[in-house]
């Protein structure tokens, strides 16, 4: 089966500290993504990876960086974080273009 | 107007009702159309994926498309209690647009 594993299931930071989140992959997947969930919003696409050192923005980039230094990880970066960023964060990794998007348990941040 | 349009809910029912879940959707260019459940502090599992329009049936789930008036549907039948979830619809195009789109999800409660 293939797992995705968000190291960190619950945070909490305070208002301008720098948080990393990470996600590993173990099916040699191309693709990872980052998205945050909201109540009432649904998943939104922050970022997302289809090859090592590559990353494209999703809707809603700012605030937020990433990195992809090996295949199998993908690091979302919070470089200041702010209450607005309270969210559950969900890691994703797909084969192709036509694959199916494999999610992690999540990350529950909370900024205070 | 978001691109796919889904009702939160939540949707109570019966244990054993049937269950209609469904999303409405503008961009005529989606090709491929997903169901994924969530439970309560999990990350989403794919649970149906259906390409173009037709049914396709797995147990006591059925996916319905219809392109022609971009709806789709996810049937449930003998609910159950552990059918309680989150359930997202999702839907991409063909080619080189593979990051796929979510519908906000419909929260379903079936009660014994």
């Known amino acids: 089966d293939v797992k995705v594993t968000q190291s960190s299931r619950y945070l909490v930071k305070r208002t301008g500290e720098k948080v990393f989140l990470e996600c590993v992959q173990d099916m040699d997947h191309e693709n990872m993504f980052w998205y945050r969930q909201d109540p009432g919003l649904g998943l939104r696409l922050i970022y997302f990876s289809y090859d090592v050192k590559m990353k494209e923005k999703g809707d809603i980039p700012e605030g937020y960086s990433v990195s992809r230094e090996k295949k199998e990880r993908f690091s979302l970066i919070l470089e200041s974080a702010s209450t607005n960023q309270t969210s559950m964060y969900l890691c994703?990794?797909?084969?192709?273009?036509?694959?199916?998007?494999?999610f992690g348990e999540g990350s529950r941040l909370t900024v205070l | 107007q978001k691109e796919v349009e889904q009702d939160p809910g939540p949707l109570s029912v019966p244990e054993g009702a049937i269950v209609s879940l469904n999303c409405t959707y503008s961009?005529?260019?989606?090709?491929?159309f997903m169901w994924y459940r969530q439970y309560s502090r999990k990350g989403p599992e794919l649970l149906m994926y259906?390409?173009?329009?037709g049914n396709k049936e797995d147990g006591r789930f059925t996916a319905q498309v219809d392109k022609s008036s971009k709806y789709i549907s996810l049937f449930i039948r003998d609910s159950q209690p552990s059918d309680s979830a989150t359930y997202l619809c999702?839907?991409?195009?063909?080619?080189?647009?593979?990051?796929?789109?979510f519908g906000r999800g419909t929260s379903l409660i079936v009660h014994p």
């Open positions: 259906t390409y173009s329009s």
């Open positions: 961009n005529s260019a989606f090709q491929y």
């Open positions: 994703a990794s797909s084969l192709g273009f036509a694959g199916e998007l494999f």
């Open positions: 999702a839907m991409r195009g063909a080619g080189g647009s593979y990051i796929p789109t």
